[in-house]
């Protein structure tokens, strides 16, 4: 995945598409990112136990990394990662003006 814990996003596709957030926790092996207040759903519980409350509990679900494009630090556009190599590591570019993310 060519995104990172932390980085801004836009979302692109679905219910809450221009909204922008940053990364919370990925799942790579889904392709799958949660964003911070983002795609959040109710669920209604039923209580469990004694001391316990029911009723209705908000919650964020994943969304594809497809559906979110990493916002540049210096243009402050969406745009597709690119990568620099040099002959120590490789560096994350963005592929709009060029500069390092």
Same mark, same amino acid.
């Given at each position: 995945?060519? !995104?990172?814990?932390?980085?801004?996003?836009?979302?692109?596709?679905?219910?809450?598409?221009?909204? +922008?957030?940053? %990364?919370? @926790?990925?799942?790579? +092996?889904?392709?799958?990112?949660? !964003?911070?207040?983002?795609?959040?759903?109710?669920?209604?519980? &039923?209580?469990?136990?004694?001391?316990?409350?029911?009723?209705?509990?908000?919650? %964020?679900?994943? !969304?594809?990394?497809?559906?979110?494009? !990493?916002?540049?630090?210096?243009? &402050?556009?969406?745009? =597709?990662?690119?990568? @620099?190599?040099?002959? @120590? +590591? @490789?560096?994350?570019?963005? =592929? &709009?003006?060029?500069? +390092?993310?």
């Amino acid at each position: 995945m060519k !995104l990172k814990k932390g980085d801004k996003v836009r979302v692109m596709i679905g219910k809450d598409r221009g909204k +922008e957030a940053a %990364v919370e @926790k990925m799942w790579p +092996e889904d392709n799958r990112v949660t !964003l911070a207040g983002i795609n959040v759903y109710k669920r209604h519980s &039923k209580p469990r136990g004694e001391g316990q409350k029911g009723g209705i509990v908000d919650f %964020v679900r994943p !969304l594809p990394v497809a559906n979110v494009a !990493l916002i540049c630090s210096k243009c &402050k556009q969406p745009t =597709r990662v690119g990568y @620099k190599i040099t002959a @120590k +590591e @490789k560096i994350r570019v963005c =592929r &709009k003006c060029g500069q +390092e993310i």
